[in-house]
């Protein structure tokens, strides 16, 4: 009977080991679980689980930043490390801006920044020749200056 008792114990130890490693929290460690348009996600909460979740699309928010690698906590001991994940939102999906104004997915603008200066089309403007009178009217401009002086 002790022997029976023994191996039963043997039995549940080895059976509460193998359930206890094998304890996964969450659907990934690393942004490449999720598949293309998802990223690995963790919310801010305390006890958050990472979850697959879909890429920002138009209107939908999202945060620029870069996944990072970082280790959660639970209960119980329970430790789960992250290889690549986000923290909070997800980023846009691929053609789709993250604006920093609106924090908001948005699609590309195809504009220069207000400090660039477009560059004017001079085939607009009529090609400038020099004639004759205008030459004289700037000899004659330079002559007079000469005199004042």
């Known amino acids: 009977m002790v022997g029976v008792a023994r191996v039963v114990a043997v ?6 080991g193998v359930v206890a490693a094998s304890t996964r929290i969450g659907d ?16 801010h909460n305390r006890y958050s689980v990472p979850q697959c979740v879909a890429l920002g699309g138009i209107g ?7 996944p990072s690698a970082f280790d959660l906590f639970y209960p ?4 789960v490390t992250l290889e690549e994940a ?10 789709l801006l993250c604006s920093s104004r609106t924090s908001k997915c948005e699609p590309p603008r195809h504009q220069a920044p207000y400090w660039v ?3 004017p089309n001079l085939a607009f403007y009529p090609p400038v020749s020099s004639s ?8 004659g401009d330079s002559r007079s200056q000469n005199s004042i002086e």
């Open 60 to 66: 939908d928010y999202c945060k620029s930043h870069q």
């Open 117 to 119: 200066v477009p560059t």
């Open 76 to 79: 119980n001991d329970l430790k």
């Open 28 to 43: 990934c460690t690393h942004n490449n679980h999720c598949g293309e348009n998802s990223c690995c996600l963790v919310g």
């Open 86 to 95: 986000y923290r909070g939102l997800c980023p846009c999906r691929p053609g």
């Open 11 to 16: 039995v549940v130890v080895v059976v509460v």
């Open 132 to 139: 004759p009178e205008l030459e004289r009217d700037v000899e």
